[in-house]
């Protein structure tokens, strides 16, 4: 009754600036990431009201090696988050911990090995390769499926990078994240502005 949320949010999604050009123009969409290491799934990933975060992101991934983005850039989003598999929300951290339940007793009966959450390499703290979390998350959606409900969005937060100062429990890249299932849930894309001084005599 209540997992729809009351507003809307707004998402910023990291990406190359020719792409980004062609998604504000409608000559291109979107693509949903479906890696077996994806944090919250299948979905196109934003991160909420994270601006910084976003452009922080697209900068370090055009560093890799065969990145697709050329020149940084940021889009921002409006979302309806629709139904969400909020796991902000204790009703759904639940229904993640049931589903993680069943997916073990299921690869227990078929002999198969349960995914783990592991690291991209020696620098990866964060273990950011999260087959586990990515298979329980899907597997969520395929029992919400069989009880006919389907997800358009899921919401996390995380804990990531390093310590913000010693002793804190707060890292220097936290965030929430959001990954868009439906897309009819991206109500409309901008280009983000840049802010200007407030009071202004330019107002006056």
């Not at 897309?183 to 901008?190: D, E, Q, R, V, W």
């Amino acid at each position: 009754m209540y997992s729809t949320k009351p507003s809307f949010v707004y998402g910023f999604h990291g990406i190359d600036k020719e792409v980004a050009i062609r998604i504000l123009n409608q000559e291109d969409n979107f693509r949903h990431s479906n890696n077996s290491y994806d944090w919250l799934g299948n979905g196109i990933y934003f991160w909420e009201n994270n601006y910084q975060r976003a452009i922080e992101y697209a900068q370090e991934d055009s560093k890799r090696a065969n990145s697709s983005i050329k020149t940084p850039f940021v889009l921002g989003a409006i979302l309806d988050l629709g139904n969400c598999l909020d796991l902000l929300d204790q009703k759904y951290i639940n229904y993640l911990a049931i589903a993680f339940n069943v997916l073990e007793k299921y690869l227990e009966r078929e002999n198969k090995p349960l995914p783990k959450n592991t690291s991209f390499g020696k620098l990866d703290f964060d273990f950011k390769k999260r087959e586990l979390d990515c298979a329980v998350i899907r597997y969520a959606h395929k029992l919400a499926k069989e009880e006919g409900e389907y997800f358009d969005s899921v919401r996390a937060a995380f804990l990531e990078g390093e310590t913000l100062y010693p002793g804190s429990m707060f890292r220097k890249q936290n965030h929430i994240q959001i990954a868009i299932i439906n897309p009819n849930c991206i109500k409309g894309i901008f280009l983000p502005r840049q802010e200007v001084p407030f009071p202004s005599n330019d107002f006056s």
